[in-house]
């Protein structure tokens, strides 16, 4: 079964720090990856995705996550943290053919402190 | 571009009341739409997918006769809430998938607040 796990559902850093945030997946397929943002009583948004070309995916907001298949991650990273950073971080996957259902992980609440 | 919309943001109803909730894709022709239901603090649920001019496909456990889902245009997917309960209480969210962007790609409506009282 396929499955999306984020490791912390609380991640706290200071303003300027680096940005970590883990994603492991578990699939018998080739996954598609998605990491998403959600603000306070916001829909999400689209960070970025992986969907099999480079591994090393450049998003938006300054993020990058890096697909690694041996290590079945797409950890997201940002070198320096802004405090308009805290959100909500969903990361999610998919599956090629179907219709494309994304199973999402439980989320890592990212908090940016001064 | 890539733009989806939903109406209304908050909705407040008396229990035993339907509630219809709309997305619409702006600026892409959505051939398939997503229900989610998201509850405080939790991850995403997906509810149902439904595809332009077909019967939804719902998932394991939501009742499709308490969400009815209709998607009769490539634009435009209903979500009626039918006699509502204060279970029913929960952040709706609906998603589009179509051309633009790509099509493994779903983007996102700002959400629905649905409180029943």
């Known amino acids: 079964a396929q499955s999306v796990t984020q490791l912390g559902s609380h991640v706290s850093v200071s303003e300027g720090a680096l940005v970590l945030l883990r994603c492991n997946y578990s699939?018998?397929?080739?996954?598609?990856l998605f990491w998403y943002v959600q603000y306070p009583n916001q829909g999400l948004q689209l960070l970025l995705k992986y969907t099999s070309a480079a591994t090393l995916v450049k998003g938006i907001n300054g993020f990058e996550a890096e697909f690694k298949k041996s290590e079945t991650s797409f950890h997201l990273t940002k070198p320096s943290a802004h405090m308009s950073d805290a959100a909500e971080y969903f990361c999610a996957v998919s599956f090629s053919g179907g219709y494309n259902k994304l199973i999402f992980g439980a989320g890592t609440r990212l908090a940016v402190h001064p | 571009g890539a733009v989806v919309s939903q109406h209304p943001s908050r909705v407040i109803c008396k229990s035993g009341t339907s509630v219809k909730i709309e997305c619409r894709s702006l600026d892409f022709q959505a051939t398939t739409m997503f229900w989610y239901r998201q509850f405080p603090k939790q991850s995403l649920m997906l509810m149902a997918t439904s595809n332009e001019g077909s019967k939804a496909t719902y998932e394991q456990g939501v009742e499709k006769d308490k969400f009815l889902i209709n998607h009769a245009s490539l634009t435009l997917s209903t979500l009626t809430v039918t006699s509502a309960h204060p279970e029913d209480s929960s952040f709706y969210i609906c998603?589009?998938?179509?051309?633009?962007?790509?099509?493994?790609?779903?983007?996102f409506g700002p959400g629905t607040r649905l409180t029943v009282l």
């Open positions: 699939s018998s397929v080739p996954p598609y």
């Open positions: 998603s589009a998938r179509g051309a633009s962007g790509g099509a493994d790609t779903q983007y």
